[in-house]
Structures are given as structure tokens and as C-alpha cells.
């Protein structure tokens, strides 16, 4: 079946600009995960959705960053004024959810932010 | 709170020599463990995970892992490599209980295969 799919594969904006990312998880994953994968920082967790339970927000690294997903399957992460330290690839991922009692998260192909 | 080693940043082999990529982790309890590759411009794919059980893991691609409590270790093994493995890899571990979905991973390694 289809895989986590992101959109765009690139993005080049402009500092103070604001940016969206989506991400299309696979049908049937009650989970979805952003992370952000940087030169200096690696892969870093930013958020995590689990069905209707509140979304652990505990890696967004500032305010100008959130997320949402719209009725359990689409996600959209924001990041408002954008600055260049934000230039990174955002990577998606989905699972069926720790309900499924082994969960492996599967990862998009990720969105390359540059910030100029 | 939960960490990845991974000590090695490249590795260099010959086509159909053994390969060996370190991971050594930081858990208060018995951890999930994966191993992820990613190639140039590409994702995440995932090549093997330990939840419990046998501790020597089989994956895709002839990768094996061999978790080992008593290292805090999860080694990347394969018993000859081929040149489309050239890709960076990335060893993560998954907490339980309330940190549940949030992937800690190392630094990764980037693997140069030679002709």
C-alpha cells in the first residue's frame, strides 16, 4: 500500500515568512510523528499525535512552531516567522499506535525547509 | 531520559567484506530498539527492531542486530556487504510508559562502500 507522503519535497522561503508542511500518513495509522533532521542538531523529535489523546508537544523548540491534524489523518505543521536556523528536513512518520502493543513508526521521504 | 551512541561518524569497507556498526544506548529499563537507513535525498526506511524476546533480530537487506543488555548494546551486523548499502544509518530507541513515540536517535554513521 501507499506510503507517508509529504508535501512539498522542497520549500525556499524567506525569514519572517510563515511556511506550512503536510503530511499524508498511512491509512489506517492512529499515530503520526514530525520530526526535524538538521547538520548540527540530527534527528530531533518535535511532536506526536495519538488518536484524540492531546498531541505531546514536548520537542517543539519554540512557539513559532505547531501542529495540527485534522480528523485523525492529515497533519500540518506551522512555523510562523520563519528564521534561518530553522532550514532543516521535516520528516513524518506514522504507526498504528501504541494500543498495538509493538509500534514501528514508518517515515515520509521528508520536506527540505530553506530559510534565506 | 533516553540516548543513542552511535561512536562511529563514517565507516569505509570493500564490497563483500563484513560490516559491523556500533550503537550503544541509554535506558532505565528494557528499551525498543530500531535500526533505520537513509539514503541521499531519501527518507527513513526501516531495517530491523527489537521489542523483546531472541536477542539476535533479523531485518531486511540480510542486516541482523544482536541486542545485548549487559553492553547496553544493539549492534548493526551483515555478513557481506554490497554496494547499493552505501546509505547512512541511524539506531533508535523508543521509550515505554508516558515517553511512548518519541524516537531518541543517534548521530548516525555514513557507510562508504569501495569497489
Known amino acids: 500500500g501507499a506510503g507517508v507522503s509529504q508535501s512539498p519535497s522542497n520549500k525556499v522561503t524567506e525569514k519572517g515568512k510563515d511556511v506550512e508542511l503536510r503530511c499524508d500518513p498511512i491509512?489506517?495509522?492512529?499515530?503520526l510523528y514530525w520530526y526535524r533532521q538538521s547538520l548540527g542538531q540530527g534527528l530531533e523529535f518535535l511532536i506526536y499525535?495519538?488518536?484524540?489523546?492531546?498531541?505531546?508537544k514536548s520537542g517543539l523548540p519554540s512557539d513559532r512552531f505547531s501542529a495540527e491534524r485534522t480528523g485523525g489523518s492529515v497533519s500540518t505543521l506551522t512555523i510562523q516567522r520563519t528564521q534561518q536556523e530553522d532550514s532543516a528536513v521535516y520528516l513524518c512518520?506514522?504507526?498504528?499506535?501504541?494500543?498495538?502493543?509493538?509500534?514501528?513508526?514508518?517515515f515520509g521521504p521528508g520536506t527540505r525547509l530553506t530559510v534565506l | 531520559a533516553q540516548s543513542v551512541t552511535q561512536p562511529d561518524i563514517h565507516i569505509t569497507v570493500s564490497e563483500g567484506a563484513s560490516l559491523e556498526l556500533r550503537c550503544n544506548y541509554s535506558?532505565?529499563?528494557?528499551?525498543?530498539l530500531f535500526w533505520y537507513v537513509q539514503s541521499p535525498g531519501q527518507g527513513l526506511q526501516l531495517l530491523l527492531k527489537?521489542?523483546?524476546?531472541?536477542?539476535l533480530v533479523q531485518g531486511i537487506k540480510g542486516f541482523e542486530a544482536e541486542f545485548k543488555r549487559s553492553q547496553s548494546s544493539f549492534n548493526l551486523r551483515k555478513p557481506s556487504v554490497h554496494w547499493s548499502d552505501a546509505a547512512e544509518y541511524f539506531c533508535?530507541?523508543?521509550?515505554?510508559?508516558?515517553?511512548?513515540?518519541?524516537?531518541?536517535f543517534g548521530q548516525g554513521t555514513i557507510l562508504t562502500v569501495h569497489p
Open positions: 512518520a506514522s504507526s498504528l499506535g501504541w494500543t498495538s502493543g509493538r509500534d514501528t513508526q514508518y
Open positions: 491509512s489506517g495509522h492512529t499515530a
Open positions: 499525535f495519538q488518536g484524540n489523546s492531546a498531541p505531546d
Open positions: 535506558y532505565g529499563a528494557t528499551p525498543y
Open positions: 527489537y521489542f523483546s524476546g531472541d536477542t
Open positions: 533508535a530507541v523508543g521509550a515505554r510508559g508516558t515517553s511512548y513515540g518519541k524516537l531518541t
